[in-house]
């Protein structure tokens, strides 16, 4: 049995090496680890591996045996030979083959998402986003939005399919629909364009990145398109009612400081924007996954 001090300097270790963590994931994937043992017939040894991926023998060798402590891999040994192959867990979300990759998203974090919270210290201090710390541009003399290039932009639209394509069914699943027969998906410069006709409309990852003032004005444009019985659907992480939790809601927060003008926000807060433009009726339902529901009708 561990010490309480022992056990808390553990979880110290665990925290300040968490970004090593991520770093053994992006790496593999970047580098074809997990495609390359899903196309394999048979697990391969690690100098296999080195040798149709074009990398060190020693850094291969590593990363292999790093990524089976970390439940990437399974690792068996036969005739003294390491042999490696994919677990459940890489199969289903890291191999491109798989309807559930989450392959693109991690190329997204790694290039982007994660440089900009090498300054998370800053934005703290700011209370703004990072992207000219991070990439040395100003904000308004990015490609577009947020993005630095379209590649990148086209990299975070899949990265999003990726997320969706394991955590959307629970979402869509949060209300009844029925009642809503003509639903629009609301994208693109929602700010100015004007909004097709619809029963429903849904905001699925957008009043996040948007501050308070702007989310308003983004309601009262829907809500002056909703017939009366219509109405909007919201698709964020709620964070608890006090704001301290769940942990994921918070970071995914804290990501919207160093990359957005936005916030992930609690159900009041939700419930006071929507009010304010005008909608009547506000449920929130916690779904247990990555994504919550609101539902508000005029
Ligand atoms: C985070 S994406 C969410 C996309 C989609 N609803 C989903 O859940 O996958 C944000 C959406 O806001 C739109 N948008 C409009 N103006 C934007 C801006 N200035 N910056 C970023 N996104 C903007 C983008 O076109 C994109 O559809």
Known sequence: MSSPEEQAFRLLTEYSNGFMVSQVLFAACELGVFDLLAEAPEPLGAAAVAARLGTSSHGTELLLDTCVSL?????????????????????????RASPKCQGNMLRYLARTTYLC????TQAVRDGR????EAFGVPSDQLFSAIYRSEDERLQFMRGLQDVWSVSGRPVLGAFDLSPFPLICDVGGDFFKDPLP?????????VLHDWTDERCSRLLARIHGACKPGG???VIESLLAADGRGPLTAQLYSLNMLVQTEGRERTPAQYRALLAAAGFRHVQCRRTGGLY???????
């Not at 919270?117 to 998370?120: K, N, Q, S």
């Open 231 to 233: 109405g909007v659907l």
């Open 129 to 132: 986003n990072q992207y000219l």
């Open 292 to 298: 919550d529901a609101i539902l508000a009708t005029r």
């Open 117 to 120: 919270w090498g300054h998370l």
């Open 197 to 205: 006709e619809a029963d429903l409309y849904i905001l699925a990852r």
């Open 71 to 95: 439940k990437l891999l399974q690792v068996e040994t036969k005739t003294g030979k390491a042999l490696y192959q994919n677990t459940e867990l890489s199969s289903t979300y890291l191999v």
